[in-house]
């Protein structure tokens, strides 16, 4: 049984792995396609999701380096120009949620095959 939990256990660990580094950069790289696949889960029905970039603002870390940052705002539009704004936050947890289901699929099914193969001798 402590093997099943260890194998479930690292399935987990690394579909959230992968979900965040996959997700994250998706979102970073290529913001329109990602943050579209999540659409539906983040806007209502009958609007459409709005992607822009603000300012670039200089930014110092904890280590005295500087570097910019650009504000995101994310919005849905509904078709009479009705705006509901400040969506960033819940896409960009959607991206990642969107992400772990896809890695924790094969993932489980990967440990099912092994635990069953395992406990069927």
């Known amino acids: 049984m402590k093997s099943v939990t260890m194998l479930v256990l690292i399935a987990i660990l690394f579909a959230f792995s992968a979900a965040a580094t996959v997700g994250g950069v998706g979102a970073a790289v290529a913001p329109e396609f990602h943050f579209g696949l999540v659409k539906l889960a983040v806007c209502p029905r009958d609007t459409r999701l709005e992607y822009s ?4 603002l ?3 870390d904890t280590r005295g ?3 910019n940052r650009t ?4 919005s849905c539009v509904s078709k009479d120009g009705k ?3 400040g969506k960033a936050f819940q896409t960009i947890l959607a991206v ?3 992400y772990f289901l896809v890695f924790i699929t094969p993932a489980f099914l990967l440990s099912n095959l ?3 193969k395992r406990f069927s001798k």
């Open 53 to 56: 970039e603000g300012n670039t």
């Open 58 to 60: 200089p930014y110092q």
């Open 65 to 67: 380096l500087i570097s």
């Open 71 to 74: 504000e995101v705002f994310i």
């Open 83 to 85: 705006r509901f704004e």
């Open 96 to 98: 990642v949620a969107f």
């Open 114 to 116: 092994i635990i069953n």
